[in-house]
């Protein structure tokens, strides 16, 4: 599973713009052994990372929101 792989998950944001889960990455950082100075600056960026996910979320939520309103359109096939 790509979560639980910093590698296989960063081959996938480059191959399809996935980004992970912040729970996700989260447990990357975690699983991985960094001296005091990186776990701070990683932490701080995670949780710029954290903020800016839930805002696409919202964002994507409106956006899908209001297309689930309209009507789909018929395939001319």
Do not use: C, W
């Not at 990455?25 to 975690?30: E, G, V």
Request: hydrophobic share 45%; proline share 4%.
């Amino acid at each position: 599973m790509y979560h639980y792989d910093p590698k296989v998950a960063l081959d996938e944001l480059r191959d399809d713009a996935v980004l992970p889960h912040p729970v996700h990455l989260r447990d990357m950082i975690l699983r991985t052994k960094l001296d005091a100075t990186n776990a701070l600056d990683l932490n701080r960026e995670f949780q710029d990372y954290l903020a800016q996910f839930g805002e696409a979320q919202k964002l994507a939520g409106e956006i899908l929101r209001r297309l689930a309103l309209g009507a789909r359109k018929v395939s001319a096939s």
